[in-house]
């Protein structure tokens, strides 16, 4: 497949070919080239692309985007030269859209963004051809890769965008230029950079600067900041379509039943009675795949064709996924929810745990990393987490961080299963205390690195504990 052309490149970032090429992806990742990549030399305040393009070349990039020709680079090496790589890149993503026919769907919030851009997606092939970020490249310089990749057949393109800050949204909206933008919910999440929850919901409204004339918002009907977001749409000009258990809402739950690997919902969406299975448990899930189904619908797309995907959704490692660890007397299992975290998915990833059955002597036990960039609500916002548990029916938890120790010492001592001040800490404690039967949830902000407690457990497995192998 043709990605992008050396004229078709050069024109669309201003930039100089050095030599035809075609190339069939993009990089930023020299470690991670595929043959026929063009890898695109971005620079940081701690690294220059630039070191990497003959590495990139070797590993079989066709071309680089570079703003000056390395010292180490041959001569004849395809290079498109652009006065700024991080420019060209951004180029390069607005070209793509710009060239595209295909309906464009954007989602953020403060929970759901990966999961539900991923459904969707799923969703969507079974439409037509469906493009979409690849894992959480939300960012600055991960929504114009993502944008740069959208091969110029896609039919249906899907994009998740995020924000650490006010101002971020907006600028990646306007280079998306969703039809249908989706705000999966307003919680609160990195409440550091923000005076206020409202103020976030603030922040998730600016993807309503970039959404197409005649383009839509999807809307959570049961958040409480509802009103706000949705007088932020008609502001510009956006309708909007809402989801949720509301009575109102225009995609609503009729019935649902939460499993413990799985749940089965009976809804209308937008006047069509559907009935479907979601292959990943939780409410969450369930509220998510709504406004699924809602942009779904909204993009004209086959609703019911999309209703079946959905039972194959996989949360993916990290996000949900579960792992079956067998023990000599008998398996454990592992909910791997260890790339990030905020006071909304640890909620929704307790109560998951909740559902989930143990075996035998078994136990409900959660693994949990502090939730950063939380500000001065940082304390209240971990020890309100005991009341969750006890409501769930989580047997011990453990803890991991400063903050979240605040968690710890507003358990009941039986439900005390530790404190650690690191992941790795806690990785010898849970090995030490995992049995069979036990459900083990492992959740954190990434920055806690509570994957290493999601390997740990892994490696516990009969065969490659005695090898030394990860199970993952």
Known sequence: ???WAHDEAASATGGTATAPFVVSGISIDSRSVSHGDLFVALQGPHFDGHEFVHAATVSGAAASMVAHRPANVPAGTPLLVVK???AGLQALGAAARERSQARIVAVTGSAGKTGTKEALKLALSESGEAHGSAASFNNHWGVPLSLARMPEATAYGVFEIGMNHAGEIGPLSRLVRPHVAIITTVEAAHLEFFPSVEAIADAKAEIFEGVESGGLAILNRDNPHFGRLAAAARDKGVAILSFGEHEKADARVRKQVL???CSTVSAEICGSAVTYKIGAPGRHWVMNSLAVLS????LGADLSLAALALARVDPGPGRGRRLRVPLAGGPFEVIDESYNANP?????????????QVKGRGRRIAVLGEMRELGRNSARLHADLAKVAEETGIDLVYTVGEDIEELDMALP??????????ASEAAVLLTEAVRP?????????HSTGMAVVTRALAALAIGNHRSGRSGI
């Open 1 to 3: 497949m043709t990605l």
């Open 84 to 86: 700024d790589t991080m």
């Open 259 to 261: 499993l413990e690997d």
């Open 295 to 298: 942009a779904v619908y909204a």
């Open 344 to 356: 909304a998915s640890m909620r929704a990833a307790l109560e998951v745990l909740g559902h989930s």
């Open 413 to 422: 001592p039986a439900r005390r299963g530790g404190h650690a001040a690191q």
């Open 437 to 445: 039967g036990d459900v083990v949830l492992v959740k954190g902000s």
